[in-house]
Each structure stands twice: as C-alpha cells, then as structure tokens.
C-alpha cells in the first residue's frame, strides 16, 4: 500500500502546501511544515498486530512515512534499535527502572539516520538531484551516506572545529565537504546561498519537512517495546538530548499519531529536554515561560550536537514540553563526562556525550524529585561514544 501522506501543514499559520513536490519552509511564516497523514485510511490499512509481525526498522511504519514507491525507501538498516533495561544504572541513581534506547547501533553511528533515510528517500521520490545540509556533525554523514545509496550528489557544510570523524566520514561517503569558520547557523546560512545558487535542495533541520518523520519512528517503536498483553504502551518520561529539536518533535507528533489511531492511551510520556549549560536556548526560555527561544551566545560544549545556538523549531519544542507536561534541564561538560563513563562501565553502552547529557539529567531531576523512583523512565542515547574518541585521554 502507499503512503496515505495528504498535504503539508505550516506548523505556526497552518497554511496548507501540496506535499507532491519538493518544499522547504511556510512561503508566509518561514516556519517548519508538518505531513499531514490520513489516518482513517492507515487505520483500515493496518492493526498494531501486523505492524509487530513486520521485520524491525523504520519501513515498518510507511503507512505512517511520506514515500509512496517502495524502490525509493532506501535503508541502511536503520531504527529497530535495543532498549537495555539498566538495572544498575537505574539503582545507582535511586529508580526502579530504568531504559536505555541506544541509537548508536543505527547505520553512521547515530540517530540522524532515521531522519535521512526518510528525507532522502522522499527527496529521491520527487526528483531532487542534489541534497546540501549544514551539520554539527552527524547529520553529514548520515546524509551522505543515504546520498551515496540513491546516488544523489550531496554537499556538507560543517564548522571547522567539529569531530574529525564527522569530517572524514563524510568524504568517505563521497559528498563534498566545506569547513566553516564558526558554528552549525554560519554553516547554514552559507549552504542556504549555495543552495539557492545551483538549486540544490536544502536538508536543514527543519527546512523540509521528513525528517521530523524519520525520527519520529523513535516514538513510535517506544509502543511496541513497553507493550503489555498486546497493548501498546509508553513509558512515563522520555529524556531526550536537545540541538535543533527534532527528535524531540518527531516523538511528540508520533504519540499524537497513534492517540489519534487509537493505538494508545492518551496519557503520552512526560518529554524532557537536556543541554548543555554553554548553550541551552531552550531550558533559558522554558526557564522564563517564553513560547520562543533567543539565539545563544557564545555557544560551546563537548557534545557537538547540542551546540546548536538558534532552534529553528523552538516553538514546538517548548509547546511538545508544555503539552506534554515535561521540563527542561541544563548540564555541564564535566557532568557529560562523569555520565558517560557510569553509563559505559554500569550499563556497558559506550554513549555519544549527547546522550550521556540524558543521565546527568535524570541525577538532577531525581535529586529535585520531579521524578518518582517507580516512574518508568527511559533515556535516549542519541549516538555511539566511538565517534568522539576525541573527548577520551588514551591510555598511558
Ligand atoms: C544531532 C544530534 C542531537 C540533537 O538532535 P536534535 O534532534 O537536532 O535535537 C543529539 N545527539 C546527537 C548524537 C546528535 O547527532
Ligand atoms: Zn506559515
């Protein structure tokens, strides 16, 4: 069956946009488009029962994803990842349980696969020929590495102090690859020119509208693994670590999904966001009550992917917090790398220091008793920690 993808919708005016061809941001509001799906037809289409019975990954749920012809659903094997049940994780910070879903077993070794594998399979789909995106470092690759299985040329513009491993997994991949003198919005505004010189199609976070849908399968696999008796669950509070946003929406729109399906409970997970206490434009302004986020100053941590100073996509973020009753919290470096290191050695996940962030957290919001010991709690680790070797003191 294809997809039962309807229109696009602009997620602050709601114009409505033809989802059959190629589109960036509102024409009106330049603010991000949301797929619109028609959920009566998945419903017929599918029952939760069949959808288990598919192979793991994120094609399980196409009646649910934008590409319509299944020679355009590329896939590297992406999403089907673990949920680890951390008992000593979770004893050791005073929970009952506590899960870990890794992302750093996806393909390119984090969850910007999810997103790319969908942006760029429905990028293929409506005949793009070239893909540019800026990145803070995962999302390069993990474009390039989907460019490089349709075939498409894929440009990559990154700042020049990100992970070198960034760097060299996208030439790896084949993409064209510049280094930018400051940080992933100066990486964007120059791929945006390039973009509209050679009219190549521009992958920003944000700036099309699927990959929100390919991280989106992130909350919807949480269904499946909570499941009790063949009833879809979800878990009470779901820490996420927070750059542009996008998982973080992407879940929020998959739990609204499937209430809407009637495939769960209407109680959705409390979403938390996690940065970094040197750039936390969101925890500033849900801190101050804002519906906006202000551009960051200054921005700088070791978890690459959180130093992303201007959120595109802040309103939904912080209306994905309120709505769902969820907080927001800042970390320091020094905290990143304390977690990193209990998450390897009590739960034997080598985390990526974006999703380490997610424990030094949870600490925090334990300690603050926002979260009750019985809740049941997961983390995302968003990426393996063997992309920044960097970060590590070798051995003497
Ligand atoms: C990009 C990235 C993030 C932030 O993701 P958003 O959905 O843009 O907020 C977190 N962790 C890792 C490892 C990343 O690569
Ligand atoms: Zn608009």
Same mark, same amino acid.
Request: with cysteine.
């Given at each position: 069956?294809?997809?039962?993808?309807?229109?696009?919708?602009?997620?602050?005016? +709601?114009?409505?946009? *033809?989802?059959?061809?190629?589109?960036?941001?509102?024409?009106?509001?330049?603010?991000?488009?949301?797929?619109?799906? *028609?959920?009566?037809?998945?419903?017929?289409?599918? &029952?939760?029962?069949?959808?288990?019975?598919?192979?793991? !990954?994120?094609?399980?749920?196409?009646?649910? /994803?934008?590409?319509?012809?299944?020679?355009?659903?590329?896939?590297?094997?992406? !999403?089907?990842?673990?949920?680890?049940? =951390?008992?000593?994780? %979770?004893?050791?910070? !005073?929970?009952?349980?506590?899960?870990?879903?890794?992302?750093?077993?996806?393909?390119?070794?984090?969850?910007?696969?999810?997103?790319?594998?969908?942006?760029?399979?429905?990028?293929?789909?409506?005949?793009?020929?070239?893909?540019?995106?800026?990145?803070?470092?995962?999302?390069?690759?993990?474009?390039?590495?989907?460019?490089?299985?349709?075939?498409?040329?894929?440009?990559?513009?990154?700042?020049?102090?990100?992970?070198?491993?960034?760097?060299?997994?996208?030439?790896?991949? +084949?993409?064209? /690859? &510049?280094?930018?003198?400051?940080?992933?919005?100066?990486?964007?505004?120059?791929?945006?020119?390039?973009?509209?010189?050679?009219?190549?199609?521009?992958?920003?976070?944000?700036?099309?509208?699927?990959?929100?849908?390919?991280?989106?399968?992130?909350?919807?696999?949480?269904?499946?693994?909570? $499941?009790?008796?063949?009833?879809?669950?979800?878990?009470?509070?779901?820490?996420?670590?927070?750059?542009?946003?996008?998982?973080?929406? !992407?879940?929020?729109?998959?739990?609204?999904?499937?209430?809407?399906?009637?495939?769960?409970?209407?109680?959705?997970?409390?979403?938390?966001?996690?940065?970094?206490?040197?750039? %936390?434009?969101?925890?500033?302004?849900?801190?101050?009550?804002?519906?906006?986020?202000?551009?960051?100053?200054?921005?700088?941590?070791? $978890?690459?992917?959180?130093?992303?100073?201007?959120?595109? +996509? *802040?309103?939904?973020?912080?209306? $994905? /917090?309120?709505?769902?009753?969820? &907080?927001?919290?800042?970390?320091?470096?020094?905290?990143?790398?304390? =977690?990193?290191?209990?998450?390897?050695?009590?739960?034997?996940?080598?985390? =990526?220091?974006?999703?380490? =962030?997610?424990?030094?957290?949870?600490?925090?919001?334990?300690?603050?008793?926002?979260?009750?010991? *019985?809740?049941?709690?997961?983390?995302?680790?968003?990426?393996?920690?063997?992309?920044?070797?960097?970060?590590?003191?070798?051995?003497?």
């Amino acid at each position: 069956m294809s997809s039962t993808l309807t229109h696009l919708e602009c997620s602050f005016c +709601g114009r409505i946009l *033809d989802a059959n061809r190629l589109q960036n941001l509102c024409p009106d509001c330049q603010s991000p488009l949301l797929a619109r799906y *028609d959920l009566a037809r998945v419903r017929e289409a599918v &029952t939760p029962a069949e959808i288990e019975h598919r192979p793991h !990954g994120l094609w399980r749920w196409h009646e649910l /994803l934008p590409v319509s012809d299944p020679h355009c659903r590329l896939t590297l094997g992406e !999403g089907g990842t673990p949920l680890i049940q =951390a008992h000593r994780l %979770a004893e050791r910070v !005073g929970l009952t349980t506590l899960y870990i879903k890794d992302e750093g077993l996806n393909p390119t070794g984090s969850f910007k696969a999810r997103g790319m594998a969908v942006a760029v399979s429905r990028a293929l789909e409506l005949g793009a020929r070239t893909l540019v995106t800026p990145t803070a470092g995962n999302a390069g690759g993990a474009m390039a590495a989907y460019a490089a299985l349709a075939g498409l040329e894929a440009h990559v513009f990154m700042p020049r102090d990100a992970p070198l491993l960034n760097q060299l997994e996208v030439q790896m991949y +084949g993409a064209h /690859l &510049t280094l930018v003198d400051g940080l992933i919005n100066d990486a964007a505004q120059l791929a945006a020119a390039e973009a509209a010189k050679h009219n190549w199609f521009d992958v920003s976070t944000l700036k099309e509208p699927y990959r929100i849908e390919g991280k989106k399968t992130m909350g919807l696999e949480l269904a499946l693994h909570f $499941a009790e008796n063949g009833h879809w669950q979800l878990p009470d509070v779901v820490f996420y670590p927070t750059g542009g946003g996008v998982g973080l929406i !992407g879940m929020w729109k998959a739990f609204d999904e499937m209430v809407a399906l009637g495939w769960v409970e209407k109680r959705r997970p409390r979403l938390v966001v996690v940065q970094s206490d040197g750039c %936390a434009p969101i925890v500033k302004a849900f801190e101050a009550h804002a519906d906006s986020a202000q551009v960051w100053q200054n921005a700088h941590t070791i $978890a690459s992917g959180l130093r992303v100073p201007a959120v595109r +996509g *802040d309103r939904l973020v912080l209306r $994905a /917090l309120r709505e769902t009753g969820g &907080t927001a919290i800042a970390v320091s470096d020094a905290e990143i790398l304390e =977690a990193q290191r209990l998450i390897a050695q009590l739960a034997g996940v080598f985390a =990526a220091p974006e999703g380490a =962030a997610t424990y030094a957290g949870l600490v925090k919001l334990v300690q603050s008793g926002w979260i009750k010991p *019985d809740e049941r709690v997961l983390l995302y680790n968003t990426g393996t920690g063997m992309k920044y070797t960097h970060l590590l003191t070798p051995p003497s």
